[in-house]
């Protein structure tokens, strides 16, 4: 099979060529629907999977496989070689090639795609429009349950240092030396509308880039890369910048930090607990 090339997306039509392969890991990764630009429900979305998803494809629980469900927060990542079982337990070892998509907002798919490029696993790309783009294109359906794939050998972490966490973005909060980029609706950015967690706002010194800006509504693909790359850098934020992207829960982040990495930013983190654990302490300023 032909690795996913360097752009990290593939298109529908390279996935329709390649269903068939015998290296291919296709995954539904969706975690719950979308309920507004950069927000979504979070919960195991199986019975969605179930109705309808890509011929082949397997279903990933995010929430519950993929996340440290002790920590009290929303989305938490595992610990390396957790993260590396729990990919093996289903069927992601070195030598496969893997593909994951959404039904909804991208952030479940580039969340999977975060995770595993944090366990240095390179062979992962996201399926450019998911599944809405494939059905619109009338492009063939499968229903009902999918058997695991066979467990593989388990990767080998090599961190990548892909998240920050608490201490890192309290630090930029008060003294700069990165950009901190708010992934949600302008709404949540503004404080128009209260987060999730019951405050309003973002963190000091943020910008506003919401995840929802980057997909072409029409198809649901991702807007070219030109395109974005004008977007970015008309917000200030330039290839050699240091980024910390958040939002809610660590996945809307997940797709602006995808999408710098696709176009060539090395410095790009993900502030893993996000609003969902810098809202739990009053003591730690929202700006509205």
Not at 39 to 46: G, I, N
Request: net charge negative.
């Amino acid at each position: 099979m032909t690795e996913p090339g360097p752009s990290l997306l593939v298109s529908t039509e390279w996935l329709a060529q390649h269903l068939a392969d015998p290296a291919l890991r296709l995954f539904d990764a969706t975690a719950g629907a979308a309920v507004a630009p950069g927000a979504a429900e979070a919960e195991p979305a199986y019975a969605v999977f179930e109705t309808a998803h890509i011929p082949g494809a397997r279903y990933l629980d995010l929430k519950n496989d993929f996340s440290d469900t002790s920590t009290g927060l929303d989305f938490t990542r595992l610990p390396p070689e957790a993260a590396a079982a729990a990919f093996a337990k289903a069927g992601v070892g070195p030598e496969a090639t893997v593909v994951v998509y959404s039904t909804s907002t991208y952030g479940w798919a580039t969340r999977m795609w975060w995770l595993l490029n944090d366990l240095g696993f390179r062979r992962v790309a996201v399926l450019d429009g998911g599944l809405a783009k494939w059905v619109a294109e009338g492009r063939p359906i499968a229903s009902g349950p999918q058997a695991a794939y066979p467990a593989a050998t388990a990767l080998v972490p090599a961190a990548q240092h892909l998240f920050a966490d608490l201490p890192e973005v309290s630090a930029v909060a008060a003294d700069g030396g990165a950009i901190l980029v708010n992934a949600l609706s302008p709404d949540h950015f503004s404080g128009a509308v209260a987060g999730p967690h019951g405050r309003r706002g973002h963190i000091p010194g943020s910008i506003s880039l919401p995840a929802g800006s980057l997909v072409t509504a029409s198809d649901n693909s991702l807007k070219p890369l030109e395109v974005l790359k004008a977007e970015f850098a008309a917000r200030g934020i330039s290839p050699d910048a240091d980024v910390i992207a958040y939002c809610g829960s660590g996945i809307a982040a997940t797709l602006d930090g995808f999408v710098l990495k696709a176009l060539g930013h090395d410095k790009v983190r993900v502030y893993d607990g996000s609003l969902s654990e810098w809202s739990k302490d009053p003591q730690r300023p929202l700006e509205a």
